[in-house]
């Protein structure tokens, strides 16, 4: 990259350099004795052009908007526009969680995201055993297409675009945001957002799942080809490294295991007989931002590189858009402390920065409060207006990549993505990502990470402010959002009504009809669709696939 | 307590939350320290996990939740030892547990909580110091 005289001057310069400080280092060492990043990459003391003397700047790193996008998916970044600003939210009942998407979007929020309550991810009604004590705690509840409609009153689907936490029921809940749509007289095709649908990621580091492998694969693809015809706007998965980041693993390994899903969601659909360019640009990912500041900037870059070449290379898309990495991300909940919370607000906006800096579509700032309980009005205002600041008055936005070219940067980045290459070979080897995780290979290296983590802080090896260094006696939080116990009871009220109102002929017809498409190979979409404009409950839904499919059974990877 | 005997602990996820990082950190830290560990993964109801420890004949009951179900299944969990007669397991838990609910967890039997920010050391040693047999 660089003029061969000037590598020789450089050389000789930085030997000058090293040479003078040995004496010194003698004397006075450096803080310790070997610095390494999160992903336990290590770390020099400086970066120059001797670190990249032998790259290919257009292969590795190009022009922003082309192959291989380390620089970004669009040619003019946030100099065209902004990221969308994403506040996961939802709590209690679609009632409650609708106004705080009002609010939200009367603070200038940009597109919403929906959190789901446990039962609701795991496909049981609000009146199941097995739903007690966890009714609208983690997230909205969703029962039935009632629900959906309450949770999007006043809120036009033709303008916003929303983002859907959900995974083995994805598309339950993908048929309700069609059929709520409808009733606004948005034709689907019209309709922009996100499903989460990456099972992958469930098993080996979240815990939603209800179906095992093979029947859950089958319900992504089928999604992947109704959407193309019907909902050609949506992003029909979003391959996420976040929880596997959150689950303990480092940067390098959320590269990597992300993308080796990512892998995996493509081989199953070209089984399926779909073309990897039909599908392969509205598949999305979603990625942590946390705490190694540099690393993070360097893994968003990396990301995108290796997604590109392995597209390209691996499956020969033709179209751009399919190679395009286009990911939301969210700063990382695990790093929040429930010591000094007020900390909290300062690593979320570097952690946003970082994603910033990164490249992201789409953001989420997490509240101060996490460690705690769900967000209050006043945490989660701040988290917005982090990403406001950034947005509107830091000027980082201005440039696109503005730390590319940084030797430093261009060197992690390169290093990252050969040690994620090197990872997703291995992963191959063991047969691909569902193989690997039914070796418990992927959960055993994540929870390794994690322990050794944690022992890093147990030992003052990582300094957590607040918790391990500079701790101050304080109160403990008062006014937490709690959920009232009594909205399970409102739900099966709710239940109970919808159950004598609706025609249960037709309810019931569909279900075996959808038995039926789901033991033979039809797409189970449409069908799906019309169980739930005949306000088919989502757990009776699950009931009827859990029949066909069974559960999944999870392998221990502890002892 | 017979001393040739490993403490045994059962570690586990009451409810439907699937954060297992800090349950299965702790479980790696407990038989680091020696003991021996059984964990039964993810969406264990109250009944399962009050049978599986009178089974296993733990000395321990580690619970870990961070949904927020704590407020039911705590109590249901322990409603079921008491009604069985079981009345010399430790019982502890963890995760996202406000403050202003510790006084009630421990009213109904729960030794402990420990919260975010907890050494896996200091579970270690209350554990060693607070066996109940």
């Known amino acids: 990259m660089f003029d061969e005289k000037d590598i020789g001057e450089i050389k000789e310069e930085y030997k000058k350099w090293s040479d003078k400080l040995e004496p010194k280092l003698a004397k006075r060492p450096e803080r310790k004795a070997d610095f390494a990043n999160t992903s336990g990459i290590p770390l020099k003391r400086v970066c120059t052009p001797l670190d990249m003397a032998d790259s290919d700047y257009m292969k590795e790193v190009g022009l922003p908007g082309e192959y291989p996008f380390t620089r970004g998916v669009q040619p003019t970044m946030y100099r065209g526009r902004f990221w969308t600003m994403r506040q996961y939210a939802g709590f209690a009942t679609a009632e409650d969680t609708n106004k705080r998407y009002r609010f939200l979007l009367d603070q200038g929020q940009t597109g919403l995201s929906v959190a789901f309550d446990l039962p609701t991810q795991i496909g049981y009604d609000s009146d199941h055993p097995l739903a007690q004590g966890e009714v609208g705690k983690v997230g909205v509840t969703i029962d039935s297409l009632k629900d959906m409609e309450i949770l999007f009153d ?3 689907l033709d303008k916003v675009s929303s983002s859907m936490t959900i995974n083995s029921p994805a598309a339950i809940l993908l048929a309700m945001y069609i059929a709520v749509a409808e009733k606004q007289g948005v034709a689907s ?23 095992p492998p093979k029947p859950s694969m089958r ?3 089928d999604i992947f080809s109704f959407c193309s015809q019907e909902v050609p706007q949506w992003n029909t998965i979003s391959i996420s490294g976040y929880h596997i980041r959150e689950a303990g693993s480092t940067a390098v390994q959320e590269v990597a295991f992300t993308l080796a899903d990512g892998i995996a969601y493509v081989e199953a659909a070209i089984d399926a007989g779909l073309d990897v360019d039909e599908f392969g640009p509205r598949l999305s990912f979603f990625f942590n931002a946390h705490l190694d500041f540099l690393e993070e900037v360097a893994k968003f870059r990396a990301a995108r590189r290796l997604w590109a070449t392995i597209m390209r290379d691996r499956f020969k898309a033709k179209d751009p858009r399919s190679m395009m990495i286009r990911f939301h991300t969210q700063t990382a909940g695990c790093t929040l402390t429930a010591q000094q919370p007020k900390n909290n607000i300062v690593r979320v906006a570097f952690q946003a920065l970082s994603a910033v800096l990164g490249g992201t579509q789409s953001l989420h700032t997490n509240s101060m409060d996490e460690a705690f309980a769900l967000p209050g009005e006043e945490a989660v205002q701040i988290a917005l207006k982090t990403q406001q600041l950034i947005a509107y008055e830091s000027g980082v936005t201005d440039t696109v990549d503005p730390l590319g070219g940084s030797y430093y940067i261009e060197e992690l980045t390169k290093e990252i993505f050969d040690r994620a290459s090197a990872y997703i070979d291995k992963i191959d080897e063991l047969g691909g990502a569902a193989e ?12 390794d990470s994690a322990y050794r983590y944690q022992r890093e802080i147990e030992k003052d090896e990582r300094i957590v402010v607040g918790v391990n260094k500079f701790q101050i006696e304080e109160e403990a939080p008062k006014d937490l959002l709690r959920v009232d116990p009594a909205v399970r009871l409102s739900q099966i009220e709710k239940l109970k009504e919808l159950r004598k109102e609706r ?10 009809e959808l038995k039926k498409a789901a033991e033979g190979n ?12 005949a306000y088919g409950t989502l757990g009776e839904i699950c009931d009827a696939l859990r029949e066909v499919f069974g559960e999944y059974q999870p392998v221990s990877t502890i002892g | ?17 699937g954060h297992d990082r800090g349950i299965k950190v702790i479980a790696n830290a407990l038989m680091d320290a020696g003991m021996e560990v059984i964990y039964t993964g993810l969406r264990q109801s109250p009944e399962q996990i009050v049978e599986t420890a ?8 580690a619970l870990s939740i961070l949904s927020g179900a704590h407020d039911f299944l705590f109590p249901k969990i322990m409603e079921l030892l008491k009604g069985k007669g079981v009345d010399d397991i430790l019982v502890i838990g963890g995760g996202i547990i406000p403050d202003e609910d510790i006084p009630s967890m421990k009213e109904i039997g729960i030794a402990e909580i420990f919260g975010p920010g907890t050494y896996t050391d200091d579970i270690v040693k209350y554990i060693e110091n607070n066996l109940k047999r």
Do not use: C, H, W
Request: aromatic share 4%; no cysteine.
């Open chain 1, 522 to 533: 039809d797409n189970l979409m449409p069908i799906i669709v019309d169980a739930v404009k």
């Open chain 2, 1 to 17: 307590m017979d001393t040739k005997r490993k403490i045994r602990v059962l570690a586990t996820k009451p409810g439907l939350d």
């Open chain 2, 54 to 61: 009178i089974q296993e004949d733990t000395d321990v009951i």
């Open chain 1, 503 to 512: 025609d249960n002929g037709r309810v019931k017809d569909i279900l075996s």
């Open chain 1, 219 to 221: 319900i992504i693809t």
């Open chain 1, 436 to 447: 690997a995780i039914e070796k418990g290979f992927i959960q055993r290296e994540i929870q």
């Open chain 1, 189 to 211: 095709k019209g309709l922009r957002g996100t499903i989460q649908n990456d099972i992958l990621k469930e098993y080996s580091a979240r815990g939603t799942y209800i179906f």
């Open chain 1, 154 to 156: 006043q809120i036009p």
